[in-house]
């Protein structure tokens, strides 16, 4: 569908363009299943602050 599910995925595990060229990489169809596994620091939770361990699941929508 490439309604930039995968480039989101992609920014948030720290995967996607790193610099500010404006290259985006190519497209790529996510087959099945891909987990992306990143720890987000400083998330403020009520008057804390807490280092967050994320495990963002993208599933492709393809039915093969």
Do not use: C, H
């Not at 930039?4 to 995967?15: F, M, R």
């Not at 620091?41 to 492709?60: D, I």
């Amino acid at each position: 569908m490439q309604a930039g599910k995968t480039t989101v995925a992609n920014i948030l595990g720290n995967e996607g363009v790193s610099d500010n060229s404006g290259n985006k990489p190519p497209y790529r169809q996510t087959q099945s299943v891909r987990i992306i596994e990143f720890t987000m620091n400083n998330v403020e939770l009520r008057k804390y602050n807490a280092e967050v361990e994320v495990q963002l699941w993208e599933v492709g929508g393809n039915p093969r």
